[in-house]
């Protein structure tokens, strides 16, 4: 199969696996795609991108406030992309506040919300549903999704303590399970560089 027939076929499994980039008017389900490759790694803890660096973005909280990401390093950090109009999305996000406050002081989950629009709907959500150890960031340009190759969402980025990936997960991934937590106990238990 030729090159120009793969990348249109690789897209649209991408899509198909979770929820596309743009905005809906009712939430998007996640499916993964029958027949989709295996190399697409969805809902599955994948590596292939270690070693990357986290990108030094700009993210803002609904009142202003602005956090570089590259400000994060020392600790680990579990950045998930993600989105209110997106069904996988608000499945994770409970496990994820799970997350934050369990490893308050070893690692920095950081969600941000690919959400366009007015701030107010990011933190509206996180009321309604009781996102308590989260703070509620945007990525105001949504040019973060770009920058580690984030097509569909949600996708979740573990970086170690020096801003490098360690590994991935596209798609929603129960954040509850004995995988998960041995993945995150990996880094987390990983110690710093002299």
Do not use: H
């Not at 596309?20 to 008017?25: K, L, P, S």
């Not at 950081?110 to 107010?120: F, H, K, L, R, Y």
């Amino acid at each position: 199969m030729s090159r120009s027939a793969i990348l249109p076929a690789l897209a649209l499994a991408l899509v198909l696996s979770g929820c596309d980039r743009e905005t809906q008017d009712t939430p998007q389900e996640s499916d993964v795609a029958e027949g989709a490759s295996d190399d697409l790694k969805v809902g599955q803890i994948d590596r292939r991108f270690a070693g990357e660096l986290m990108p030094a973005a700009n993210m803002v909280d609904p009142e202003g406030t602005v956090l570089n990401l590259g400000a994060l390093q020392g600790r680990p950090v579990l950045m998930n992309l993600w989105a209110t109009w997106c069904v996988p999305c608000v499945k994770e996000m409970p496990l994820l506040d799970e997350l934050a406050a369990e490893y308050e002081d070893e690692l920095n989950v950081v969600t941000i919300s690919q959400d366009m629009g007015e701030p107010a709907k990011v933190t509206e959500f996180f009321e309604k549903n009781g996102i308590n150890s989260l703070p509620p960031w945007i990525d105001p340009q949504l040019a973060l999704g770009e920058a580690v190759g984030a097509e569909t969402l949600p996708t979740t980025v573990m970086y170690d303590r020096t801003g490098k990936e360690v590994w991935r997960v596209t798609g929603d991934f129960d954040w509850s399970s004995e995988e998960a937590r041995a993945a995150i106990e990996e880094v987390v238990e990983t110690p710093a560089l002299p």
